[in-house]
């Protein structure tokens, strides 16, 4: 069932409260998240891999407000992070740190170290140098390290250009070309300071089509076998994340064909398997309200002004991505096409183009849906504005997870040089 409904006097509605009356006492922009929802995403996630008893790690990249992180956290689920800012909040949402999965080709010895301290539960490490780091700094704190190698098997995931990780000619994971991965796994194996992990593979986000995982996991299964036979421990296999949503319906993702795909690849070959999905556990359970300020005739356009903006939900300007944007009160008859637009300086700055919308007016409100996921993590402060708020649903109640930035607390964080004691010197 979606987790956004219209009532019976359709009313845009999530877990029994009204998106209006939601923004009436939260205020708008708004995200507002399903916590019914994510709920019912993360558990049919963990019952469609169940046959292969996977371990899912949430990609908090995707999503990573506290609440959101604890109530996974409460239904069993593991983080996948990518910094040291994501393992605190995994702290902070009570995440026991051996549930925690660091991917990412850039940490710094600083994140080694913390995670190691922490004790982490795995490294996926992607390159030759960040192996060695790992080592050094893991010899020097007297631990051993789990690391994890994420391989780059060169498969087109078909997705968005920029969300695309799986070919050969992006920056992410050992190409598994010419024995450069067998060779460094076997580095692993050698290493005293390193308890080999696995592997690990994610191809990309937003992958509508079963193909590219299926032609990635047999290439990591084939690989993991080359390094069994050759001796080599491979306990675990990291599938990563990667399953796309609908973002035209809004509706939950179905993860029975992905989970039976994995049982027949894996089904009893004797890995241990682990999933990062982020997308698909949230982004349909997720909306930004937000406001019309005004509404513009342009010559040729009509162009609807709201309160939110790219600096809300960028990815409409960074991917082109499409939104379904819906009134929260009952939909009234278009009366034409027009761009949904904020009030960032910048042409780029839009939620939607070309929408059939009705008539509009100031204070009407509209949801853009499916925007749970690499929303209101990407925010930012563009134009000093400060980013919306966001508000879980559960049971029945709004619950306030993280409120809008003070525009006076961002400007008390900042300093102004003395410029007369500067002109002296
Ligand atoms: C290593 C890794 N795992 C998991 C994910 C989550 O992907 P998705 O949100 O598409 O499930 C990402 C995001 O790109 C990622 O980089």
Redesign the pocket.
């Known amino acids: 069932m979606c987790a956004f409904y219209r009532d019976d006097s359709q009313q845009l509605c999530v877990d029994g409260l009204s998106l209006a009356e939601i923004t009436a006492t939260h205020g708008s922009p708004l995200y507002v998240y399903s916590g019914a929802g994510i709920t019912e995403a993360f558990t049919q996630f963990q019952a469609a891999v169940a046959p292969v008893s996977g371990k899912v790690h949430f ?1 908090m ?2 999503n990573s407000a506290l609440g959101v992180l604890a109530l996974i956290g409460r239904l069993g689920g593991g983080m ?1 992070i ?1 910094s040291l800012g994501e393992l605190a909040r995994a702290q902070a949402a009570r995440i026991d740190p051996a549930s925690v999965v660091f ?1 990412g080709v850039g940490k710094s010895d600083d994140d080694i170290r913390q995670a190691l301290a922490c004790g982490i539960g795995q490294i996926n490490a992607e390159s030759i140098p960040e192996v060695a780091a790992i080592s050094a700094i893991a010899a020097d704190m007297g631990v051993v390290a789990p690391v994890a190698l994420r391989v780059n098997v060169d498969v087109n995931p078909g997705t968005h250009a920029k ?1 695309s ?1 799986g070919q050969r000619d992006t920056k992410f994971g050992i190409s598994t070309d010419q024995r450069e991965a067998s060779d460094l796994y076997r580095v692993l194996c050698d290493d005293p300071h390193i308890r080999p992990a696995g592997l690990a593979v ?1 191809i ?3 992958i509508r089509n079963l193909a590219p995982f299926e032609a990635a996991y047999s290439a990591l299964l084939t690989l993991a076998n080359e390094l069994r036979n050759a001796e080599m421990p491979v306990p675990n296999l990291d599938l ?4 796309g949503v609908d973002y035209d319906m809004a509706g939950p993702t179905d993860f029975t064909a992905y989970g039976k795909l994995v049982e027949r690849l894996f089904k009893d070959q004797g890995f241990t398997l682990g999933f ?5 556990i949230i982004a349909n359970n997720g909306v930004l309200v937000t406001k019309v300020i005004y509404v513009k005739q342009g010559d040729n356009k009509r162009f609807v002004i709201v309160d939110a903006a790219m600096n809300d939900l960028l990815r409409p300007t960074l991917y082109e991505a499409h939104h379904a944007i819906w009134p929260i009160t009952a939909p009234q008859p278009s009366i034409g096409k027009a761009d949904i637009v904020g009030p960032v300086c910048e042409t780029g700055d839009y939620l939607g183009l070309d929408r059939d919308m009705p008539n509009l007016a100031n204070g009407d409100a509209l949801a853009v849906m499916s925007a749970g ?1 690499y929303g209101a993590v990407m925010a930012s402060s563009y134009n000093s504005r400060s980013p919306a708020a966001e508000v879980m649903v559960l049971d029945g109640k709004a619950h306030l997870l993280r409120g809008a930035r003070p525009i006076a607390k961002m400007i008390n964080d900042e300093s102004i040089p003395d410029f007369t004691a500067a002109a002296k010197n």
């Open positions: 990609a990249k995707a996948d990518v991917s969300i990780t994610h990309g986000s937003q990563g994340g990667g399953i990062e999905p982020g997308r698909a996921a």
